[in-house]
Structures are given as C-alpha cells and as structure tokens.
C-alpha cells in the first residue's frame, strides 16, 4: 500500500507541475518526448525508494487522470463553461475551454 501511495504522490507532483508549464495540454496532448521524460523522473524517483518502475502504459493511465485532477485543482484549461450568447433572433450555446478557442461553432 505505501508504494502505491508513493507512486501516486510523485505522479501527482509530476502532473501538477506539467499543468503549470503548459495549462493548454491535457494527457493526450503532451508530446512524445515529454511524456518519455516525464515517465523517466517518476521512475528514478521510484528508483531511489527500491520501488518497482512502471511502464508506459500503466504511467500513461495514471497520467490521463492526474493531469486531468491538476486541471480541476488549478483552475486551468481542464474546466469547460458552457456560455450563452445571442445571435441575431436566437440564442446560441458555446462549450468553451478557459480560453481555449470554441470547440462548436453555431450555424446560422
């Protein structure tokens, strides 16, 4: 059980800290390098507390809802609003990511 909770703290750290850098990414958006490095910290830290390292796919699964955990808890791009706008006669509803352009665009 300790070792799980390790894991799951370093993972944490590494997703917060991912988040920070670039609040426009989600999991699937990181790039292949960066996650490689990514996996790679984790795992030394593991390492150096005779843990057991994790390959890439239980660490991309673990990831996915990490960085989507640091999105909810920092306020960043993870959040979606939905908005109301008029337009013309009627009225239209965008689904918006923080900033991010709109993801559904209104037919008129």
């Not at 894991?7 to 944490?12: A, D, E, I, P, S």
């Not at 590494?14 to 490689?36: F, G, I, M, S, Y």
Request: aromatic share 8%; hydrophobic share 30%.
């Amino acid at each position: 059980m300790f070792r799980i909770n390790r894991w799951q703290l370093f993972t944490r750290d590494e997703a917060r800290k991912l988040v920070q850098e670039h609040p426009e990414w989600t999991w699937p958006l990181v790039p292949d390098d960066e996650r490689n490095e990514s996996r790679r910290r984790v795992n030394a830290l593991l390492v150096n507390e005779s843990i057991p390292t994790v390959e890439d796919d239980i660490y991309s699964w673990r990831m996915s809802y990490a960085v989507r955990d640091a999105h909810k808890n920092l306020g960043t791009c993870g959040r979606q609003e939905i908005i109301t706008c008029s337009n013309r006669s009627r009225k239209t509803r965008h689904r918006i990511k923080c900033g991010c352009p709109i993801l559904s665009t209104p037919t008129v």
